[in-house]
């Protein structure tokens, strides 16, 4: 099943790893240094141009991809649990 990020965006739910909020978890430097090695390189993908709330890390092709959306955690929580 599917699970849709905003905009056109939707990913398969087997790929997902983690959902994370962004304003509680950027508050370490950890979050901003691995979010910013995942823009640098080419693995970040922004889903919406408003105000990003959350971040899906995913496994696609044996690589982590890092989706910045602006529904929050608890709308993909909601939309996950439908699917089961």
Known sequence: MYIHLGESISINDTTVIGVFDLENTTIGQDTRMYLNRMKKEGRAVEVSAEMPKSF???MENGE???YISSISVATLKKRAKTLF
Do not use: L, Q
Request: charged fraction near 15%; hydrophobic fraction near 65%.
């Open 64 to 66: 982590e991809v890092a």
């Open 56 to 58: 899906v890390v995913c």
